[in-house]
Antibody, heavy 119, light 111 residues
């Protein structure tokens, strides 16, 4: 069974750094892209970027380029999304999802990680 | 700023048919890129509903169907049920973004 399990909810202060994770199982982790999606409170879905764990090829949405870093450790089948300096506007639910290709659909989703940034 | 536009809401009585439009442009749907649809029930992660314009993953009822024409796509729900009350999003690749874009989202209400 394909599963993506994300790390737990986080509460941080503005300016702090953060790295959340997404562990894949039940499939060949290095053979599928992992995408990250943001959903701000009461708002819609936003595609942030994508990584191919096989060779760490990474693409970012222009809206998120330079704001976050997407990475992966294929030895432990885990993808990451990180911030170096959080802002209150980063408060959102973040989902990872398996994507067959950059132009393809997100077939399996993680349960989401809620990030709250507040002073 | 979504690259795909959906109506904010649609509603229908149980048993009725509703459709949700997804309007794009020449850099996404109009360029020939496929459209995919997701259902998000309250408080849960999105779930793939339709992929490749009109294909249903295993387990998705055939009450859900998708189509695409020109720069737009549509999701139809026939025989509307109370459990279909959710938010629905379309998604397509956009060459101007060199990545995916989601629609603005549509809330379906069962009257």
């Amino acid at each position: 069974e394909v599963q993506l399990v994300q790390s737990g909810a986080e509460v941080k202060k503005p300016g702090e750094s953060l790295k959340i994770s997404c562990k894949g199982s039940g499939y060949s982790f290095t053979s599928y892209w992992i995408g990250w999606v943001r959903q701000m409170p009461g708002k819609g879905l936003e595609w942030m970027g994508i990584i191919y764990p096989g060779d760490s090829d990474t693409r970012y949405s222009p809206s998120f380029q330079g704001q976050v870093t997407i990475s992966a450790d294929k030895s432990i089948s885990t993808a990451y999304l990180q911030w170096s300096s959080l802002k209150a506007s980063d408060t959102a639910m973040y989902y990872c999802a398996r994507q067959g290709g950059i132009q393809l659909w997100l077939s399996y989703w993680g349960q989401g990680t809620l990030v709250t940034v507040s002073s | 700023q979504s690259v795909l536009t959906q109506p904010p809401s649609v509603s229908g009585a149980p048993g009725q048919r509703v459709t949700i439009s997804c309007t794009g442009s020449s850099s996404n749907i109009g360029a020939g890129y496929d459209v995919h649809w997701y259902q998000q029930l309250p408080g849960t992660a999105p779930k793939l509903l339709i992929y490749g314009n009109s294909n249903r993953p295993s387990g998705v009822p055939d009450r859900f169907s998708g189509s695409k024409s020109g720069t737009s796509a549509s999701l139809a729900i026939t025989g509307l049920q109370a459990e279909d009350e959710a938010d629905y999003y379309c998604q397509s690749y956009d060459s101007s973004l060199s990545g995916s874009g989601f629609g603005t989202g549509t809330k379906v209400t069962v009257l």
